[in-house]
């Protein structure tokens, strides 16, 4: 499958919405693996301030999106920085400017087991090194096991399992991975 990946621009925020809603409803209708919920997490402010702030990369497949990333350079920036990651036992000690973080990993619906997770991932790691990065890390709520196996077919290590104050939403547990570079 041919997957093209860019910067994504103002214009695509529109198209980044309709995938996080079409996701969202899917997760909806079946195992929702990552625990996500429409209208409170992603939605199109995720994709407005990821194009602001240059980082969020969109995939796409006949010059539709059919995934996204975003790669910060810490963790959980807003409101507040993720205490968490802070206080984790990291292979990499560093002050987050030669780490990026991933959030906002997500794959059209109908893109879902056909390599489009593993292309992005793929993407991202390449992304990282290019730009001098020596790690790479991430949260997912325990109970993502696609997303946990992918993580750690793409070579990401166990580091671990933290509360990201998110248990009003039924998520209590998210395990944490590091991938160096």
Request: proline share 5%; aromatic share 14%.
């Amino acid at each position: 499958m041919d997957i093209i990946f860019n910067l994504g621009k103002a214009n695509d925020i529109d198209e980044l919405e309709q995938l996080y809603n079409d996701l969202n409803d899917h997760l909806a209708k079946g195992v929702n693996y990552p625990g996500w919920i429409k209208d409170i997490y992603p939605v199109r402010q995720n994709a407005i301030d990821g194009v602001k702030h240059g980082n969020l990369y969109v995939s796409k497949h006949n010059g539709k999106i059919i995934g996204s990333v975003i790669l910060n350079h810490e963790p959980e920036p807003e409101p507040e920085p993720e205490p968490a990651y802070y206080k984790a036992k990291w292979e990499f000690e560093s002050d987050y400017s030669d780490v990026f973080v991933v959030y906002t990993f997500v794959v059209h619906p109908k893109f879902l087991k056909c390599g489009v997770g593993k292309a992005l991932m793929d993407f991202s790691i390449e992304h990282s090194i290019n730009s001098q990065a020596k790690s790479i890390r991430l949260d997912v709520y325990e109970g993502n096991i696609p997303a946990i196996r992918l993580y750690e077919k793409c070579g990401f290590k166990y580091i671990d399992t933290v509360d990201l104050g998110l248990g009003n939403y039924g998520l209590n547990w998210f395990r944490l991975y590091e991938k160096l570079l």
